[in-house]
Structures are given as structure tokens and as C-alpha cells.
């Protein structure tokens, strides 16, 4: 089992920068891929980043390419999601989700359906 705890959300005004992180429990997070998601209100979860449980591959949705970034340091169990030049519509609370499969160790999935472990979520609100 593991348990995911997102950190680092707030309110922030449009251009500022935010990093949120998520501290997994456990002795394999090193070989899980990890994610981030988000989901604004009427609307349905999004996928944001992700990284391949080697670290090696990463991708984004291209919302925020090119602005967020996200990184992982297996020795503190953590994930980051370093967030630059912040959007109104970059409002939405934001998950961070951890998968186990093999298949992920060296693809880092945009699929919801791939992760099976989800954190609690973080607000992000960015103010124009």
C-alpha cells in the first residue's frame, strides 16, 4: 500500500510560479511512475505530468508544456511538480498519483486508469 500527501498549493496571482510536492510512503516508490493531475470545478480530471518510474521518460499535457516541470528524488520518496508562468485556468485542485505496474518503469502514462494509488489533492488558485 501506498499513501500519497500533496503539499505546496495556494493562492498565487497569473505569472507567479508554485511547486507542489507529494511525499509517498513505502520502500518501491523508486520504481513507480508518478503523475499529476488536476481537476477544476464542472470539469472532469485532467492529466498534467508525469514521470517513468526510472525517471528516465517524462511527459505533459500541452496546456503546460514549456512551464511546469516535474522531477522526482527517490531518496526522499518525493515527486515535484514545479509550476511557472501560472494561468487563471491553471486554477484546479491538483493530484498526484503514484503506478506500480511494470509497464511504467520506463513510460510515463497519461491515463488515469494506469495509476493506482491517488493523494488527497491540493487547491491551486492563480488570480488574474
Known amino acids: 500500500q501506498v499513501q500519497l500527501v500533496e503539499s505546496g498549493g495556494g493562492l498565487v496571482q497569473a505569472g507567479g510560479s508554485l511547486r507542489l510536492s507529494c511525499a509517498a510512503s513505502?520502500?518501491?516508490?523508486?520504481?513507480?511512475?508518478m503523475g499529476w493531475f488536476r481537476q477544476a470545478p464542472g470539469k472532469e480530471r485532467a492529466f498534467v505530468a508525469a514521470?517513468?518510474?526510472?525517471?528516465?521518460?517524462?511527459s505533459y499535457a500541452d496546456s503546460v508544456k514549456g512551464r511546469f516541470t516535474i522531477s522526482r528524488a527517490n531518496a526522499k520518496n518525493t515527486v515535484y511538480l514545479q509550476m511557472n508562468s501560472l494561468k487563471p485556468e491553471d486554477t484546479a485542485v491538483y493530484y498526484c498519483?503514484?503506478?506500480?505496474?511494470?509497464?511504467?518503469?520506463?513510460?510515463?502514462?497519461?491515463?488515469?486508469?494506469?495509476?493506482?494509488?491517488w493523494g488527497q489533492g491540493t487547491q491551486v488558485t492563480v488570480s488574474s
Open positions: 498519483a503514484a503506478g506500480s505496474s511494470g509497464r511504467l518503469y520506463d513510460r510515463a502514462s497519461a491515463s488515469t486508469r494506469e495509476y493506482d494509488y
Open positions: 513505502g520502500r518501491t516508490f523508486s520504481s513507480y511512475a
Open positions: 514521470i517513468s518510474g526510472s525517471g528516465g521518460s517524462t
